[in-house]
């Protein structure tokens, strides 16, 4: 199972590489010399995390969608992905910062998603919504801590506005699914998956300077 | 050699003496506080997350995060009400005393995910 959650970012991080390098051959000279190396290991890391998160704000979208549209089999199964996702990214954290991190992280990002579940699921009742919300505007200090504590040098409220903004744009997604207004959810949802590209490169550059000996 | 003696001996003298005197944040002497029973909150982890320790021992928890950790007996949802150190920030430090045997899982409220366990023999 975890050779093939790997398997499965290795793949997309491959497929991508691959492409770069295809495509590298119908371009002139000039464009070859100025394109970039996609082969260094933070480049690597920064495709594996981004591809990594975006996917898990588009299988979001398609669980809460399902969740919203009384689809019982298709939210169990995109909440079934979503977690496989999660997996994926604590391994992505874990091969960066040890077996602890990834140990922490899993259920730390697994409790976002709970809250998120919990909004969707209560549209009738604002009470238990409004809880919802504050446990996610509470999980960005949460969250905050913990990428500050692993990266020093993203501070805890940059680290906690970033994901503050992931939490937003989710629930700006979720809302306007549950509008029917599907033309503004789709544009929301890549809106929140673009988003998520902030996320990753900052986490990147930081990590890259964090890491000098890993990623030179 | 002698000369040497009796300095060692004063120092000796004096470190029994300091250990009486010291008192734990249970006001045990902090001389009989094992230093090895220590539970560190870093990383929303609990380090290490199994401790096995002999009854009437005292256990420190001490936390190293940037954000408010508990030290809540039980599993998250059913708190077992044996211990709650209520919301500790960083440096802030919450100490038990084990007096039975038995095994005593435990968890942080703010983030359930962060579990442990105190084996008590």
């Given at each position: ?11 997309a991080?491959?497929?991508?590489l691959?492409?770069a390098a295809?495509?590298d ?23 594996t995390l ?10 979001a979208g398609?669980a809460?969608e ?8 298709g939210f ?9 996702n999660?997996v ?26 709970g ?8 549209f009738?009742n604002?009470?238990?919504?409004d809880?919802?919300?504050?446990d996610l ?11 500050n504590?692993a990266?020093p040098a ?9 994901v ?7 629930k700006d ?7 029917k ?20 490169s900052a986490?990147v550059?930081a ?10 | 050699?002698r000369?040497?003696?009796?300095p060692?001996?004063?120092l ?8 009486a005197?010291?008192?734990s944040?249970d006001?045990?002497p902090?001389?009989?506080?094992p ?9 929303f ?11 009437g ?6 936390n ?12 998250p949802?059913?708190p077992?009400g ?6 500790k920030?960083k ?23 962060m ?6 023999t």
């Amino acid at each position: 199972m975890r050779k093939k959650i790997i398997g499965r970012f290795a793949l997309a991080a491959t497929l991508v590489l691959v492409g770069a390098a295809c495509g590298d051959k119908a371009n002139t000279t000039a464009d070859k010399a100025a394109a970039p190396s996609v082969t260094d290991a933070s480049s690597v890391l920064l495709v594996t995390l981004d591809a990594g998160l975006k996917e898990h704000v588009y299988l979001a979208g398609l669980a809460t969608e399902n969740a919203l549209g009384g689809r019982k089999a298709g939210f169990e199964a995109a909440a079934a992905a979503l977690d496989e996702n999660s997996v994926a990214l604590s391994m992505a954290i874990g091969s960066v910062f040890g077996a602890d991190a990834e140990k922490a992280f899993l259920p730390l990002w697994r409790s976002h998603i709970g809250f998120v579940v919990d909004y969707t699921s209560n549209f009738g009742n604002k009470a238990v919504q409004d809880k919802a919300v504050s446990d996610l505007l509470g999980y960005t200090e949460t969250f905050g801590a913990f990428l500050n504590g692993a990266i020093p040098a993203v501070p805890k409220t940059a680290a906690a506005d970033l994901v503050k903004t992931h939490i937003l744009t989710l629930k700006d997604v979720i809302d306007a699914q549950q509008a029917k207004d599907y033309v503004k959810a789709d544009s929301m949802l890549r809106t929140a998956a673009h988003h998520m590209g902030m996320i990753s490169s900052a986490l990147v550059d930081a990590i890259v300077k964090q890491f000098p000996e890993k990623f030179a | 050699m002698r000369g040497t003696r009796t300095p060692w001996l004063a120092l000796v003298v004096l470190a029994a003496v300091a250990g009486a005197c010291g008192r734990s944040d249970d006001g045990e002497p902090a001389a009989q506080r094992p230093a090895a029973n220590a539970v560190s909150m870093s990383g929303f982890l609990f380090k290490p997350d199994a401790l096995s320790v002999p009854a009437g021992t005292t256990v420190t928890w001490t936390n190293a995060d940037d954000i408010a950790h508990t030290v809540t007996a039980g599993m998250p949802g059913t708190p077992s009400g044996a211990f709650d150190s209520g919301n500790k920030v960083k440096d802030e430090t919450f100490t038990h005393t084990f007096s039975t045997a038995g095994s005593f899982p435990y968890f942080c409220n703010n983030h359930n995910g962060m579990r442990g366990e105190v084996t008590v023999t």
